[in-house]
């Protein structure tokens, strides 16, 4: 079964691609599937391997050699898009961690598990290329982002029912756990309050980030809840700093009230776990860093990508760190001690690098043009990679292929954005119509078509 629907897959793949080059102006369903297709990947089982690695699958982040529904969709576009050249940037710190993936396979106890996550590097890549180079036409952002909004509603609806139908301590939606879905959750959330302090984004935006505030508060984790209200506070700073208005005043009254009434809603939702629960989870997180920080010290070149667990078992550290045999198949809850103890320090630099790059590009060009929506975009995705990369100090799954599918796709965004307003040179005009929905944006330069001709982004 799962050939045939490989072979489904890939069989539409050319016909998909020809159908958009004919109809280009109804490219922007597809676009909304991009942005969907992340929160489908589990509950809809859209990803195969072509082959698996033997052992214990918890031992493994990555299982085989996998391809997805959303890859398949990517080369699709690929191919329907028009031949113009665009650089890519970042493209340098996405191979020199590639590279640092591929060397570490040197240390590796098994070697194919470390190819394979260089696969999935591979495919991630691939979608970070084609958001990119589409998102020089204003309408792909709007429908990845109306994409994602959609998808984060049904988290909202399934997570209270897991929360008041169930009566879960910690709800994760349709995601293998509630860390997962607070993570992602903050590269939707942010982006439309952004938008929504500038006025635009219509009931959308307002929508987008009740469910988001809801969905941070019932996965009563305390690093989602904690890095949620950081990053509004940075989202909402920086917006006064770009332009003041009136409306963010209000805001700014709405958030305090509603901050005193959800206050002790996330406490209360945080104890229903435990005193003793809570303290048993930092004791193990404390155990697994120092297990991790012990192949570091012996490893320091890393252990090979995808083979923390093995190594921590084989080489003692689970055990001299004191983990409890229940946990030796448990990863460090801290992506950059596993990105270091598998790959090295090359590894965590070019990880940092790679990061750093999008997040500063986002806010420098956001900052410099405090009047046009794209600059109140920009300031949502940075503040969503900024946040969701603290947050890969507190949790592991920032390296699976939900998360950096959800990195991908916003760095192409970014990309895209910041390339219409001219970031890298001339703004890129792209004479297409586009009214996707939200208030109508009225800029005082003509970059692409989003400016005086009342055009609209969410």
Not at 72 to 94: H, N, W, Y
Not at 336 to 356: C, D, K, N, W
Request: hydrophobic content about 55%; aromatic content about 12%.
């Amino acid at each position: 079964m799962k050939w045939v629907g490989l072979a489904l897959v890939l069989g539409a793949i050319f016909p998909l691609s020809d159908w958009l080059r004919r109809n280009p102006l109804q490219a922007w369903k597809v676009w909304v599937l991009v942005g969907l297709m992340p929160f489908l990947m589990t509950v809809a089982h859209l990803v195969m391997a072509f082959t698996l690695l033997d052992g214990n699958p918890l031992s493994f982040y990555v299982h085989g050699a996998e391809f997805s529904v959303l890859d398949a969709l990517a080369i699709a576009i690929f191919f329907s898009l028009p031949g113009r050249r665009l650089s890519l940037p970042f493209s340098f710190a996405m191979l020199l961690y590639f590279v640092a993936v591929l060397a570490s396979s040197l240390q590796a106890i098994y070697p194919a598990a470390t190819v394979f996550y260089a696969w999935q590097l591979a495919r991630m890549f691939l979608v970070y290329a084609v958001v990119a180079k589409a998102s020089v036409d204003p309408r792909v952002p709007s429908a990845i982002l109306k994409g994602m909004a959609a998808a984060l509603f049904a988290q909202a609806i399934v997570v209270m029912w897991q929360k008041f139908g169930l009566g879960l301590p910690q709800t994760s939606g349709t995601f293998d756990h509630q860390n997962i879905l607070g993570l992602i959750s903050h590269f939707i959330v942010f982006p439309f309050f952004a938008l929504l302090l500038a006025g635009r984004g219509g009931r959308m935006a307002g929508a987008v980030v009740l469910c988001g505030a809801i969905i941070e508060v019932l996965t009563a984790s305390r690093a989602t809840i904690g890095l949620a209200g950081f990053g509004y506070a940075i989202v909402f700073l920086f917006s006064a700093l770009r332009r003041w208005t009136s409306r963010k005043a209000v805001i700014l009254a709405i958030g305090v009230t509603a901050l005193a009434v959800l206050a002790p809603i996330a406490i209360s939702s945080i104890e229903v776990r435990g005193p003793n629960e809570l303290a048993g989870s930092d004791k193990a997180r404390t155990a697994m860093e120092d297990a991790a920080l012990l192949l570091i010290s012996s490893h320091p070149l890393g252990v090979g990508a995808n083979n923390y667990v093995l190594a921590a078992n084989l080489y003692g550290a689970n055990a001299a760190a004191g983990l409890d045999w229940s946990e030796n198949s448990v990863f460090v809850h801290n992506a950059y001690f596993l990105v270091t103890a598998e790959t090295g320090y090359p590894g965590l630099i070019a990880l940092l690098l790679l990061l750093v790059r999008p997040i500063i590009v986002a806010f420098r060009c956001s900052m410099k043009h405090s009047h046009d929506a794209r600059g109140d975009l920009l300031l949502g995705l940075g503040v969503a990679l900024l946040i969701a990369s603290i947050h890969g100090a507190f949790e592991w799954v920032f390296i699976l292929d939900l998360t950096q599918y959800m990195l991908a796709i916003s760095f192409g965004m970014v990309v895209g954005l910041a390339r219409q307003l001219g970031y890298w040179g001339r703004p890129y005009a792209l004479d297409l119509p586009l009214k996707v929905g939200g208030a109508p944006i009225q800029s005082k330069t003509m970059t692409g078509l989003i400016g005086q001709r009342g055009n609209e982004i969410p």
